[in-house]
């Protein structure tokens, strides 16, 4: 499933013969409660599931006013029978992903019906977040860099018509990640989906997302004009979306240390910096910091321009930690999972290297409540496997890891300790084959800190 970076398809971690010859399934005999804890953390999922069914149904927050005018904006024009092109933009914890249920709990109830609207993400990772689908699955996009814009075939074009029959509204979630190329395929597609020749096949689209997010890679941004063919559609079809909201109430403060900055790299994103937040930043410069300093960085998260460069460099750190290493693969149910693109796939790699004491980060959100979230890090403590089973060639049964913020309730007495097992996703191909895989990629990624 889904290509590896070359990094890791190269290493020997994981192969070696301190890896190999490791007693993989010692971890169950020093945890011999493991099947207890998993069913305490199956309660926490049970938990996080409870509050997303109510929170799509019953329990959504009053909206803001800023909230409000968009939701009405949209509703409006829905009941008037009228398509409208609209862009909600907001940072982090500005009530994007509430206002969102908001339109689509409004939107179902005026038609009475599920399907009048669709939420739609350009990733996989974010597909899995919001339990939704990617772009490329929903429109039957295949991922590719060719110029020209492909049809359907027939088949495959009339399910997708009876499909979308009633669908009304598109939402596209982080849409800062969609160039024009991709605007123009999803202008194209719904054009002939509906079977018209008016742009986006006349149903209302809302793009919402943070527009101070990075562009998209191996697309130019829709802010960019001209280029080639399928820019320059996506360039008119753009063009066609003249309102927009912001979001500017942040609901959620993530934690109140370092509010100044915070506050700096807010205005940085605006390009609003005054001197003093340039001489805040002056002192975090790597030149002007002591030695000590420099050393307390030795392990921060990095950020790498590419995935191949983040690969390497956490395969450096796990070889440094010393520590047996798993060679945990995904488990698929055919060829077609296995050749499957990370974004089909939701995000999933074929491989994922582990280590005791290796750094990870969540890449979904567990369990909100309790602080365990897209973007949590922890040390893995351990990594448990059925007996008889070893790395590599099985999954792990599941991977311990100490969470550095874990504000639940202890499910280890003396630690943050919190057991992460393994999930499976379904999927339809572009080529509409069911899948389904099994991993923990979808869970976790080893960060090199
Ligand atoms: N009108 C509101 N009143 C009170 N709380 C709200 C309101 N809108 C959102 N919230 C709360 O604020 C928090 C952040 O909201 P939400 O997740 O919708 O923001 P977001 O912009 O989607 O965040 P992110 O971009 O980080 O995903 C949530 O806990 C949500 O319940």
Redesign the pocket.
């Known amino acids: 499933m889904a290509p590896n970076f070359r990094a890791l398809e190269a290493t020997d971690l994981g192969l070696r013969d301190i890896d190999r010859n490791h007693s993989w399934s010692r971890g169950l005999l020093d945890n011999p409660t493991i099947h207890k804890k998993i069913g305490f953390v199956n309660t926490l999922r049970q938990v996080v599931q409870d509050t997303h069914d109510s929170g799509s149904s019953t329990s959504l927050?009053?909206?803001?006013r800023q909230?409000q005018a968009p939701h009405d904006l949209v509703l409006d024009s829905l009941r008037s029978n009228s398509t409208i092109r609209l862009i909600i933009s907001?940072g982090?914890?500005?009530?994007?992903?509430?206002?969102i249920n908001a339109i689509v709990r409004s939107t179902r109830e005026l038609f009475n019906n599920e399907n009048s609207v669709r939420i739609m993400v350009p990733t996989g990772v974010a597909a899995f977040n919001i339990g939704g689908s990617t772009i490329h699955q929903e429109l039957g996009i295949t991922a590719d860099k060719s110029q020209s814009y492909k049809k359907l075939e027939a088949e495959r074009c009339r399910r997708m018509q009876v499909d979308f029959k009633n669908t009304k509204l598109i939402i596209i979630d982080e849409y800062i990640m969609i160039g024009t190329k991709m605007l123009a395929y999803i202008d194209l597609r719904l054009r002939d989906i509906f079977g018209t020749k008016e742009s986006f096949g006349n149903i209302s689209i809302v793009l919402v997302g943070?527009m101070r997010q990075l562009p998209p890679v191996f697309d130019t941004p829709l802010y960019a004009e001209g280029g080639r063919e399928l820019q320059l559609t996506g360039n008119l079809s753009y063009s066609e979306f003249k309102q927009c909201f912001r979001l500017e109430q942040v609901?959620?403060q993530s934690g109140v240390e370092e509010l100044e900055y915070k506050e700096a790299l807010s205005r940085l994103s605006d390009g609003k910096s005054p001197v003093a937040h340039w001489n805040l930043f002056a002192t975090r410069s790597y030149a002007t910091l002591s030695v000590e300093e420099i050393h307390s960085f030795r392990h921060a998260l990095r950020l790498f321009p590419s995935k191949d460069e983040a690969a390497s460099y956490n395969e450096e750190r796990l070889r440094e930690l010393g520590f047996p290493v798993a060679h945990v693969l995904s488990v698929n149910n055919c060829l077609t999972a296995e050749g499957a693109s990370s974004d089909d796939a939701k995000g999933l790699q074929n491989i994922l290297l582990l280590s005791k004491q290796a750094r990870v980060m969540l890449r979904k959100n567990y369990s909100t409540q309790f602080g365990l979230v897209n973007g949590s890090t922890g040390t893995v403590k351990d990594i448990i496997y059925k007996e008889g089973d070893e790395s590599p060639g099985n999954i792990p049964i599941a991977v311990l890891v100490e969470f550095d913020k874990y504000i639940g309730p202890r499910v280890y007495e003396e630690s943050t300790v919190v057991p992460i097992i393994p999930v499976t996703t379904n999927w339809i191909s572009s080529s509409g084959v069911p899948c389904h895989a099994s991993g923990f990629n979808y869970h976790l990624s080893c960060v090199g800190q």
Request: proline share 6%; charged share 20%.
């Open positions: 927050p009053a909206l803001s909230q907001g982090a914890g500005t009530g994007k992903s509430t206002l943070d609901f959620r």
